[in-house]
Each structure stands twice: as structure tokens, then as C-alpha cells.
């Protein structure tokens, strides 16, 4: 490895973000799915969760995802309980992305995506399920208003990503490393093999 790929990859490394993460259940479209982790290694996220049981995970082509699929660990589970389990143990509030009931939904401009944060997402036609739903901390609304009610979910995660980026790097969050020492060693020498 050159020296030049080497000091890329670590300064890559360096501004992953331990505790801004994604949840997909169920999102079924390669593409989508490979936009999605195009977006999110983009903005630091280096871990993504996966829920599948109504729909079988794509076949994520590396160069549909621009390889990014190579540099993103894929935690895979079969229901959101314990999904959301995990992501409790690890203190994360759980936000998940929800069409309805305005009134209880909070905008995501409102929210505070500099915590500990996992944002959920759900198939292109049903949205996030009813048990996800109910196991989440607090459901949000991307602001739109105009005359359609969504947008494409690969859109929807970049937008919300991308804030939690906005209200990361207000906060310095992309200059110091939440990780240990010895954790961005480990996940240097791992990125360093890819």
C-alpha cells in the first residue's frame, strides 16, 4: 500500500462517527440500498444496521455502490426487537422516519442528532412497521411542501444524514475521534486490508 492510500485511509478513519448510525428494515431496492450506503460512508457512518423479515436483503453489486458497501459493516437482524435491543445496550436514541399522524412527529430539524443517534428507515411501500414504530424513541417528518408525500428513501436518508453531519461538525465532532486509541487502530488495520 502507498504511502498516499495509507494516509487517506487514515484520515478517513478518523472522522468515522462511533455513535451515528442507520437503521434499514426491509428496504428492498439494490439501488436504494446501495445509495443509501453511498450516503452514509460519505458522511462517517461505518456501521449500518439491517432488518429483514418480510423481504430478503439485495444483491448489493460493488461497483452500484461505489464500493462502499466494502467499508461499511453490515449488522444484520431478523425482527426490530432486537435490533433496538442492541441499539439500547449501546445507549442510542432511536428516531424512526414516519409518514402520519403529523401531529405526533417530530420535524427532524428538531431533533438533536449530535447523541448517541439511530435513525430507522423503512421499505419503498410500507414504510417502518408498526413494531418498530412502537419500539422507538420518537418518530420524525422531513419537512415537504409540495403537492407529493415522500421522498425516494435513499433521498430521505441523505437528508437526514446529512444533518446529523450539519449538527456534528457545528459541535467539533468531526475533529475528535469518539473512538479509543486503540479502536482506530483496530479499524485501521482492518480498512488498511480491504
Request: with cysteine; charged share 25%; aromatic share 8%.
Amino acid at each position: 500500500m502507498t504511502p498516499k492510500r495509507l494516509h487517506k485511509i487514515a484520515g478517513v478513519v478518523s472522522k468515522r462517527q462511533k455513535y451515528l448510525t442507520i437503521v434499514l428494515e426491509n428496504i428492498h431496492d439494490p439501488h436504494n440500498v446501495s445509495a443509501i450506503l453511498r450516503s452514509a460512508d460519505a458522511t462517517g457512518i461505518d456501521k449500518v444496521y439491517l432488518i429483514y423479515n418480510t423481504n430478503k436483503f439485495p444483491k448489493i453489486g460493488r461497483i452500484s455502490s461505489g464500493s462502499a458497501k466494502k467499508w461499511i459493516e453490515l449488522v444484520r437482524f431478523s425482527n426490530a426487537a432486537d435490533c433496538f435491543k442492541e441499539l439500547k445496550k449501546h445507549k442510542y436514541r432511536i428516531y424512526s422516519s414516519h409518514i402520519g399522524e403529523e401531529k405526533k412527529n417530530r420535524s427532524l430539524y428538531e431533533l438533536d442528532l449530535a447523541k448517541r443517534t439511530a435513525l430507522v428507515f423503512g421499505n419503498e411501500h410500507t414504510g417502518v412497521s408498526e413494531e418498530a414504530l412502537g419500539l422507538s424513541d420518537k418518530t420524525f417528518t422531513i419537512p415537504m411542501y409540495g403537492m407529493v408525500q415522500s421522498l425516494n428513501v435513499s433521498v430521505s436518508v441523505a437528508v437526514c444524514i446529512y444533518e446529523a453531519l450539519r449538527q456534528r461538525e457545528l459541535k467539533g465532532m468531526y475533529n475528535k475521534s469518539s473512538y479509543s486509541k486503540t479502536e482506530l487502530k483496530d479499524k485501521l488495520k482492518i480498512y488498511s486490508n480491504k
